[in-house]
């Protein structure tokens, strides 16, 4: 495609702000809204002082698609050989 992820969180974070681009994000993921590749990239290189919001958005969002209960995924390999 011609674009490179880490120039664009760059200009993220020299044009709009890292810390309100942080928080928009954890907002819009707050209101179960799908994130782009590039925002879940942002929040990756995200401030330790951060954390505490996202894994408050992350148990709501758990809570409310799962309620109280312990969800485990297993790989599922299928081969011919």
Same mark, same amino acid.
């Given at each position: %495609? /011609?674009? *490179?992820? =880490? $120039?664009q969180?760059?200009a993220i $974070?020299? &044009?709009?702000?890292? *810390?309100?681009e942080?928080?928009?994000?954890l907002d819009?993921?707050? /209101? &179960?809204a799908g994130l782009?590749?590039l $925002?879940v990239?942002?929040?990756?290189? %995200? *401030? *330790?002082k951060?954390?505490?919001?996202?894994f408050? @958005?992350?148990r709501?969002?758990? /809570?409310?698609?799962?309620g =109280?209960?312990i @969800? %485990? &995924?297993a790989?599922?390999?299928?081969? =011919?050989?």
């Open positions: %495609m /011609g674009y *490179d992820i =880490n $120039e969180l760059c $974070e020299r &044009f709009l702000g890292w *810390d309100s942080i928080v928009s994000i819009k993921a707050a /209101g &179960f782009t590749h $925002e990239a942002s929040l990756l290189r %995200m *401030d *330790d951060h954390l505490p919001r996202l408050q @958005v992350a709501s969002i758990k /809570g409310a698609i799962y =109280n209960c @969800v %485990m &995924f790989p599922l390999y299928v081969s =011919n050989f």
